[in-house]
Structure formats: C-alpha cells, structure tokens
C-alpha cells in the first residue's frame, strides 16, 4: 500500500481481556517497530523486526506484551489480561533497511483504552 | 545510556517570533539525530534529519557534539507551525539496523 496502516484505529476493552493491535507496513519494507504513545511519556520502544532475524524485544514491558510478523509483512502486537496502565496510541512504523533517508514511515495509530 | 531530553513540555509563541525547540542526547558514539513533527489528527512524519543538513518547512537544527545538543529552530513561527515536536536518536548499528530512540516532545503553540 501507499502507507502503513493499522487496525483497528480505537479499541476499548475491559480490564483483564486480551487485544491485539495490526500493521500493514509499506510492501518492500524490511524493517517494522512498534512505539507506545502515551500523554507527556513521549514515544516508548517496544518491539522491532527486521527480515528474517530475531525481534529486538527488548522494549516491552511485560511479558503480557508480545508481537509477531509473519511472512515478513503484517505485524500484530498482542497485549494480554490488560490493565489500565496500557492504554495509549500503540504506532507502529516501517522503513527500508536500515532507516534509509527517509527516517520511518509511521501508521496512524490505534488508540486502546481500558475501562 | 542513550537518552533524548526535550526540557519544553509546552513551548507558547507569536506568530513572527523567534522558535528554538532544544533537544539535548547521550550517547556515546556518533549520533544520528532526527526531528519529527505531529501535526493535530494527523500522523507523526519526518520534518529533518542532521545527515541532510536541509531547511524544510523554515525549520533548521545543528548537531552540536559538544553540547551535545540538536535544538530546531525557525527564525519566523507561523500558525501552521503549531503541532508536537519529537526529537529522535538513532542508536548504534547493530545487525545493520538503526533504533530510533525518542524524547517526551514538545508542544508549539504559535499564536495569532
């Protein structure tokens, strides 16, 4: 596609059920990350897959957060028995290997919320 | 430890004034530094790299190693300008890849 896309834009789910947040990098982009947004917190590092190597999963915060790419393409970043703690914009961003010049190209986000 | 500070939650001005977003690292290499912009509704997108030494949108920043600093900064602010800032870190190679690490931001409220 044109850009990365991620579904689905909002999510509210109860305290204590599991979500699980999906990108769609740009097609020949080998490298994807998923950040945390959260209000005055900035962007938090949580994950990163680039081609077939293991996943830089050293940003999640628990073991409650894990995330996969299958075939080198759609991510989904799985969050379990979630807690109100969680709830941000989870962004996710693809780029060329490498970064390229032209930095990280970034989805526009899902909102979660837990009540 | 690598690290991005932007001291400036909030950062109010005129339209015309003078801006300097400041955006200070620790890292022990040599760097690659980045600004991102977020403009209301809309996604976070590239507005510079140091590498590219470019002026986009007005806006300007110098790598300064001594200070350690990649402060932004545009000689007259326009409304349009108004949005969040986010200074990015490009850490160590490792595998051939570059983490981007990012401070807290910055909002740039330019008033009419």
């Known amino acids: 596609g044109a850009g990365v896309s991620q579904s689905p834009s909002n999510k509210v789910t109860e305290k204590g059920k599991d979500v699980e947040l999906r990108c769609d990098p740009i097609?020949?982009?080998?490298?994807l990350y998923w950040y945390r947004q959260s209000l005055g917190q900035g962007l938090e590092f949580l994950i990163y897959f680039q081609g077939n190597s293991a996943p830089d999963k050293s940003g999640l915060p628990s073991d409650r957060f894990s995330a996969e790419r299958t075939g080198g393409s759609v991510s989904t970043l799985t969050i379990q028995r979630t807690q109100q703690e969680d709830s941000a914009v989870y962004l996710c961003?693809?780029?060329?290997?490498?970064?390229?010049?032209?930095?990280?190209?970034f989805g526009s986000g899902t909102r979660l919320t837990v009540v | 430890a690598q690290r991005v500070t932007q001291p400036e939650k909030l950062l109010s001005v005129f339209k015309g004034a003078p801006v300097e977003l400041k955006c200070n690292y620790s890292?022990?290499?040599?760097?690659?530094l980045f600004w991102y912009v977020q403009y209301s509704r809309q996604r976070l997108q590239l507005l510079l790299r140091?590498?590219s030494r470019e002026s986009i949108k007005g806006f300007t920043a110098d790598l300064n190693k001594g200070e350690t600093s990649f402060h932004l900064k545009k000689p007259f602010a326009q409304e349009e300008d108004s949005a969040m800032y986010y200074c990015a870190l490009s850490g160590t190679k490792s595998g051939g890849y570059n983490k981007l690490i990012f401070g807290a931001g910055t909002r740039l409220a330019v008033h009419p």
């Open positions: 140091h590498i």
């Open positions: 890292y022990s290499g040599s760097p690659e």
């Open positions: 097609s020949g982009h080998t490298a």
């Open positions: 961003a693809s780029a060329v290997y490498g970064g390229g010049e032209d930095g990280y190209t």
